[in-house]
């Protein structure tokens, strides 16, 4: 939404929106790939010897690893901003009060227009993937680093 305004009458909608990390998906991944881990690295280690409880080792090494990773993703919090025609647009950030005030002060504009023009920075936002892909601004994929122009991969 960098460098986007929209008009306070387009807009139809402003919400909030919690993408949280599902554990538990998470936990049965690990243990289902551990299980796999664990018979298909008995077969390989009875034939390989040491050379195979490495390999094994390695490859739990990695599936704790990435479960990790997984388990550490903070909360993103969202805000949607509906236009009365077809654009969607969201700012994430890991901070639920800069979603929250901005939620408050657009919610605040929509209903007194007349009041003067703010800015507001959001200090944590989250950078990601732009989709659009529909009408005439069909884009594809595009990636964006949170500055500058994004760069188009189709």
Same mark, same amino acid.
């Given at each position: 939404?960098?460098?986007?305004?929209?008009?306070?009458?387009? @807009?139809?909608?402003?919400?909030?929106?919690?993408?949280?990390?599902? +554990?538990?998906?998470?936990?049965? +991944?690990? /243990?289902?790939?551990?299980?796999?881990?664990?018979?298909?690295?008995?077969?390989?280690? %009875?034939?390989?010897?040491? =050379?195979?409880?490495?390999?094994? $080792? %390695?490859?739990?090494?990695? $599936? @704790?690893?990435? $479960?990790? !990773? #997984?388990? *550490? !993703?903070?909360?993103? =919090? &969202?805000?949607? $901003?509906?236009?009365?025609?077809?654009?969607?647009?969201?700012?994430?950030?890991?901070? +639920?009060?800069? @979603?929250?005030?901005?939620?408050?002060?657009?919610?605040?504009?929509?209903?007194?227009?007349? @009041?003067?023009?703010?800015? =507001?920075?959001?200090?944590? %936002?989250?950078?990601?993937? /732009?989709? *659009?892909?529909?009408?005439? *601004?069909?884009? &594809?994929?595009?990636?964006?680093?949170?500055?500058? *122009?994004? #760069?188009?991969?189709?």
């Amino acid at each position: 939404m960098e460098g986007e305004a929209y008009p306070l009458r387009n @807009i139809s909608h402003v919400g909030q929106r919690v993408l949280e990390v599902n +554990r538990r998906a998470a936990w049965k +991944r690990f /243990i289902q790939r551990s299980l796999i881990c664990f018979f298909v690295g008995g077969l390989i280690g %009875a034939g390989a010897g040491a =050379y195979g409880l490495a390999i094994w $080792l %390695a490859v739990q090494g990695l $599936l @704790i690893w990435q $479960l990790v !990773k #997984v388990l *550490n !993703k903070p909360t993103l =919090y &969202g805000l949607v $901003l509906n236009t009365s025609g077809t654009q969607r647009d969201a700012v994430w950030s890991t901070d +639920r009060s800069e @979603i929250t005030y901005l939620v408050g002060e657009i919610t605040k504009a929509i209903g007194h227009p007349d @009041i003067a023009q703010i800015t =507001y920075n959001v200090q944590h %936002a989250v950078h990601g993937d /732009i989709i *659009n892909q529909y009408g005439d *601004n069909n884009v &594809g994929k595009n990636q964006h680093s949170g500055s500058g *122009n994004i #760069v188009g991969s189709r």
